[in-house]
């Protein structure tokens, strides 16, 4: 592995490395003391680490119940899981990947730079999982070396500029300022959620605002509410699946006690979540300045999905759980239509689902986070289902991308691609 391809695929790809850099160099541009950059750039990586564990222990907890599922009720289709499909395409286009990473990055900073849409995109596992699906589509298509390395750096930044500035109204309407944007290639489901609400909700019925007697007034606290949920989930499905399926999962430890653990553990892995959210937010939009300052004026950082979480802790849960029964249906309306069967995945479904519920909540209240959840389920299995065709031999590895803004771009690649050829 060359140097550029260790730079882009082992340092620039890590979203924690990527921020604390970001941060370094909007605080150096402040020319601020020492200490205040050597304190801002390390809280900012530990706020990341911090989500990330929390994200880790949540995958982990998730996991393990769809494992469940699977096993219990037999079924068989694809799982669409980006880390896998990327491992997978490295292997093909590990080269153009890094080079089209790297590239993308400097023309996410040229177009911030010369048109109105001022956001760099810091969230590092997701630009390298669209620089190899753009290496896999374009190389699908007929395109190779230069001009596929070209190309695909001019579309990841085209991207990364304009999917923030298209989620940006609504980040709005979610944080009540202007100063953060949404930096997650789930875009499109959120921004669908965000107009689903907007046009069969109402805003004034927030999620936030459930009112709820004062003997029920402990579901009121987010933490609590969403341990409740996620136990109750666990043990319906360990009950439905048996001691026997669950065994191979909670090894000597009785099955009903392993759900309700699992349920309290996925709590805290959001609740660690969020606490690397508030971290962040701190410390990434002061040092944000110095890089609008001096580098590309009135830039906004362009951060994950789980920077709405704490905007709305219970239209994630609200979304999360109405985007899962969106795949579900979504999976059964696919094997009718005789299409290639997508099983939800309930990492893919939480996050992209929780993130809909938010944009969602935004603009429609409960129901807009409900519906918005919905319709996430709906695009994250149609739209990979339609993706397999266009990404040539990765399209037989049992794995596809899962969110929607992938699926979308390698679909309209692929169209416009086969009018050529």
Do not use: C
Request: charged share 10%; no cysteine.
């Amino acid at each position: 592995m060359g140097f550029f391809e260790f730079l882009m695929n082992e340092v620039l790809s890590i979203p924690e490395v990527l921020v604390g850099l970001m941060v370094l160099i909007g605080l150096v541009a402040q020319r601020a003391i020492v200490s205040k950059v050597l304190t801002g750039t390390l809280k900012s990586v530990i706020g990341f680490v911090i989500l990330g564990a929390g994200a880790g222990v949540i995958i982990g907890s998730l996991d393990s119940l769809g494992g469940i599922i699977e096993e219990a009720f037999h079924i068989q289709g694809v799982v669409p899981n980006n880390e896998a499909i990327v491992a997978l395409a490295q292997q093909t286009f590990g080269a153009e990947t890094a080079l089209i990473m790297g590239f993308g990055f400097v023309a996410n900073i040229l177009f911030a730079r010369i048109t109105s849409w001022k956001y760099i995109f810091l969230t590092g596992h997701h630009t390298l999982f669209m620089a190899a699906l753009l290496s896999a589509v374009l190389g699908t298509a007929g395109l190779s070396g230069f001009w596929l390395v070209f190309i695909g750096s001019l579309i990841l930044g085209f991207l990364m500029v304009v999917m923030p500035a298209l989620g940006q109204p609504f980040m709005r309407h979610i944080t009540g300022n202007d100063q953060v944007a949404i930096g997650h290639f789930g875009t499109f489901g959120y921004i669908s959620a965000g107009l689903v609400g907007k046009w069969f909700g109402n805003k004034a019925k927030s999620t936030e605002d459930i009112k709820i007697s004062d003997r029920w007034a402990f579901i009121k606290d987010s933490l609590v509410s969403t341990a409740l949920t996620m136990v109750a989930i666990f043990i319906i499905i360990a009950v439905l699946a048996g001691s026997d399926v669950v065994s191979n999962y909670s090894g000597d430890q009785n099955y009903l006690m392993y759900s309700i653990m699992q349920g309290i553990t996925f709590a805290a892995g959001l609740s660690i979540i969020l606490l690397g959210v508030r971290m962040i937010l701190n410390e990434i939009i002061p040092a944000f300045k110095g890089i609008a300052d001096k580098i590309v004026p009135g830039a906004k950082p362009a951060l994950d999905v789980p920077i709405v979480f704490p905007y709305a802790p219970t239209a994630v849960m609200i979304g999360f759980l109405f985007s899962f029964a969106g795949g579900l249906i979504s999976m059964a309306v696919l094997g009718v239509l005789a299409l290639p069967l997508i099983i939800p995945g309930l990492v893919p479904h939480f996050f992209t689902g929780a993130g809909a519920g938010v944009f969602g909540n935004a603009t429609g209240g409960r129901f807009g986070a409900a519906l918005g959840g919905f319709v996430n389920g709906v695009l994250i299995s149609f739209i990979p289902a339609f993706l397999l065709p266009v990404l040539g031999d990765l399209g037989f590895a049992n794995t596809t991308f899962g969110d929607t803004d992938f699926g979308i771009v390698g679909i309209l690649i692929g169209i416009f691609a086969s009018l050529f050829q």
